[in-house]
C-alpha cells in the first residue's frame, strides 16, 4: 500500500456524507442556531472575547507569518485549519475543535506538529484561549498578512476531549477510499457536502492552495502558484494558464499528478479538477479574471467554514 499524500488522504477517507446540496454560483450563508453543537471542553471557563487579548495574539501572529522569516508558518496555519475544522461534519454537527491535535499519527496529518506547537506556545502566554480559537484566527491573520482579504473572526470555540476525537473519527469509517478513484469531481462533491457546500465553495477552498509548497510525490518541491507566500489569485492564472503535462504517482498506479515543463508547479487530482469539470472551469476562470471577487468570497467563505458548528460565538474581535 502507497503513502498517500496528505491532504488526499483527507479527502479519501472523509468522503461518505451523503450529497444533499449543489449550490453553483451563491454562497451558502451563514449557519443559523445549532441543534447539537460542538459541546464544551476541558478548557471552558467562557471564551476569550477581550478585543485586547486578541489584538496580542494577532500582533504576535503577524511576526511568526511574516514572510522574510522564511519559517513559512503562514500556509501551515491555513493548512492546520483546514486539517482541524475540516473534520466538522454535518451529520454529526461536529468536528474540529482542535482535535486534529488527538489525530496526528493520522497520514494526512504530516508535519502539522510544527504550527500546533507555535499555537500551543501562545495559549500558554494567554491563559483562557481555546486553541480551537487560535487555530482559526491564525489561518486568518496568515491570509491577510500574505496579502489576502481581512476575514472576520468571532471567538468562542472550545477544545474538544480525545472522545470527541473518536466520535468525529468514527464519523468518517470508510478507509477504504485511500484507492485512487476515478471519478474526482464527484468524489470532491461528495466530499464538501458535509459541509453543506456546493461547487463554488469547492473551487473557493482549492483556491487556498495560492500558499505553500509540497515535497509530494517525488521529494522535490514545487508550489501551486508563482509565490507561496502571497495570497491571491495566481492559483487560478496558473491552473487555466500554464501547460501541464501528466505523470504517474509514483508508487499509486492509476493515479496521476501534473506539473509545469519548468518544474516548479504541481497538481493533484483534486486541483486538476478545476479543468476538467464544466461548472468548476466557469467559477475558477470567473476567480482567475477577478481577485476582488476571489478575496470577498473566500473571505466570507471561510468565516462561514470556520464556524461550523459553533454556537453562541461571541462579537468579531476582528
Ligand atoms: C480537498 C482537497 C485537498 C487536497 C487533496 C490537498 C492536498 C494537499 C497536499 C498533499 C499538500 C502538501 C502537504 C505536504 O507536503 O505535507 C497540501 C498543502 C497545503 N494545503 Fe491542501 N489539499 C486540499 C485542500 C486544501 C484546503 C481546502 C486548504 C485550505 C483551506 C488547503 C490548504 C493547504 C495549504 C495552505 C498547503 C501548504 C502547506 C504548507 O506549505 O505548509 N488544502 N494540500
Not at 507566500?229 to 496521476?256: H, I, L, S, T
Not at 470567473?286 to 476582488?292: A, F, I, L, P, W
Request: proline residues 8%; charged residues 15%; aromatic residues 12%.
Amino acid at each position: 500500500m502507497y503513502q498517500l499524500h496528505s491532504g488526499c488522504q483527507l479527502i479519501f477517507s472523509y468522503g461518505q456524507g451523503g450529497y444533499s446540496q449543489v449550490n453553483i454560483g451563491t454562497l451558502n450563508p451563514p449557519p443559523g442556531p445549532n441543534q447539537g453543537p460542538n459541546t464544551g471542553g476541558p478548557n471552558t471557563g467562557g471564551p476569550v472575547t477581550n478585543p485586547q487579548v486578541w489584538a496580542n495574539i494577532r500582533q504576535r501572529l503577524v511576526q511568526l507569518v511574516h514572510p522574510q522569516l522564511n519559517d513559512k508558518l503562514g500556509p501551515a496555519f491555513l493548512r492546520l485549519a483546514f486539517h482541524d475544522q475540516g473534520t466538522y461534519n454535518k451529520s454529526i454537527n461536529k468536528g474540529g475543535g482542535a482535535t486534529v491535535q488527538f489525530m496526528l499519527n493520522e497520514p494526512q496529518n504530516g508535519g502539522l506538529e510544527r504550527p500546533i506547537n507555535a499555537l500551543k506556545l501562545i495559549q500558554q502566554q494567554n491563559p483562557g484561549v481555546s486553541l480551537a480559537d487560535l487555530i482559526i484566527f491564525a489561518a486568518c491573520v496568515g491570509i491577510n498578512t500574505l496579502g489576502g482579504p481581512s476575514i472576520t473572526f468571532r471567538p468562542g470555540r472550545r477544545d474538544l476531549t480525545p472522545q470527541d476525537a473518536q466520535e468525529i473519527l468514527n464519523a468518517h469509517p470508510d478507509k477504504n477510499l485511500l484507492l485512487p478513484k476515478p471519478n474526482h469531481e464527484e468524489l470532491m462533491r461528495t466530499f464538501y457536502a458535509k459541509y453543506g457546500f456546493g461547487d463554488r465553495e469547492i473551487v473557493l477552498f482549492n483556491g487556498a492552495h495560492t500558499l505553500g509548497h509540497t515535497n509530494i510525490p517525488d521529494g522535490k518541491f514545487r508550489g501551486w502558484s508563482r509565490n507561496m507566500q502571497k495570497f491571491d489569485n495566481d492559483y487560478f492564472v496558473r491552473v487555466y494558464q500554464e501547460q501541464w503535462p501528466v505523470f504517474p504517482f509514483p508508487g499509486a498506479p492509476g493515479k496521476n499528478f501534473w506539473k509545469t515543463p519548468d518544474d516548479a508547479l504541481i497538481l493533484f487530482e483534486t486541483d486538476f479538477i478545476l479543468r476538467t469539470d464544466n461548472s468548476f472551469i466557469q467559477i475558477g476562470q470567473d476567480y482567475m479574471r477577478n481577485n476582488d471577487k476571489f478575496f470577498r468570497d473566500f473571505a466570507q467563505m471561510f468565516q462561514v467554514f470556520g464556524e461550523l458548528g459553533w454556537s453562541n460565538l461571541g462579537n468579531p474581535v476582528f
